[in-house]
């Protein structure tokens, strides 16, 4: 089983915490064997998890992202990737990991999954490991061995979004020679009522029109590029359904 869990690194974890606070998320507790601030916290969504890892001000990190999953198969995840990837096991503090180098240099992180259960007040939003990349058929068929079931594609070849079987969306996106992560959401339900629980706490965003639906904009703390929330997408106009929830029978 595979979990999505993309990790948000940040000097400011108090201001991430009320942002995933009023967009639905539920704090997993904390390890018994942490301190009271410990560099890790895990966030349940409806579906998928987002996991927030506190660096210092103006760490090299700090604003950034990473594509990460959870797994209960690390080596069976590390053999499926071979071929694709360079790949690597190590430990952590939190367990033992696998990192795989994609095709473009993009590293992967598996974790074991973390322990504990929380009811998530947004059953509608899911997490997205959001892989913006010049190689994107080199990273669909990453996430393709991973196990990670196709949902949409667009006929362009620039859009590329699955599931995984234990929560979470992972896609990837047409982007610059340099590859980067994004943190984002897919929300399942009305998109401006999501809005409005955002901004009666105090959070600015944004809801505009794309090509393929509807996106909330959300003020990242501390400034620069927004979170996006994509409205799970209906209008299928350029793009190809590749199971049956994308296209909406089910």
């Known amino acids: 089983m595979i979990i999505v869990r993309p990790v948000q690194y940040t000097s400011r974890v108090a201001q991430y915490r009320e942002l995933f606070g009023a967009l639905g998320l539920a704090e997993l507790p904390p390890d018994q064997a942490g301190d009271a601030t410990p560099d890790w916290t895990v966030f349940q969504a409806g579906s998928g998890r987002v996991g927030l890892h506190a ?43 696998v990192e795989a180098i994609a095709p473009d240099g993009l590293p992967l992180v598996f974790l074991a999954p973390t322990a504990g259960e929380a009811t998530p007040l947004s059953p509608e939003l899911a997490a997205l490991n959001l892989w913006m990349t010049a190689d994107v058929d080199g990273a669909t068929r990453v996430l393709l061995a991973l196990g990670l079931r196709g949902r949409v594609r667009s006929e362009g070849g620039g859009w590329f979004q699955a599931s995984a079987d234990g929560g979470g969306l992972a896609a990837v996106h047409d982007g610059n020679e340099e590859p980067n992560a994004e943190l984002s959401f897919e929300y399942d339900g009305d998109l401006e009522a999501l809005a409005d629980r955002l901004e009666a706490a105090g959070i600015g965003c944004n809801v505009v029109d794309e090509s393929y639906g509807r996106t909330l904009l959300v003020d990242r703390p501390g400034g620069g590029e927004p979170i996006w929330v994509n409205e799970r997408q209906t209008d299928l106009y350029g793009y190809v359904a590749l199971d049956e929830r994308a296209s909406g029978t089910s």
């Open 55 to 97: 660096v210092a001000d103006g760490d090299a990190l700090d604003g950034q992202a990473s594509l990460g999953f959870e797994t209960d198969e690390l080596d069976a995840v590390a053999g499926r990737l071979t071929e694709f990837c360079r790949v690597r096991r190590f430990g952590r503090s939190e367990g033992r990991a």
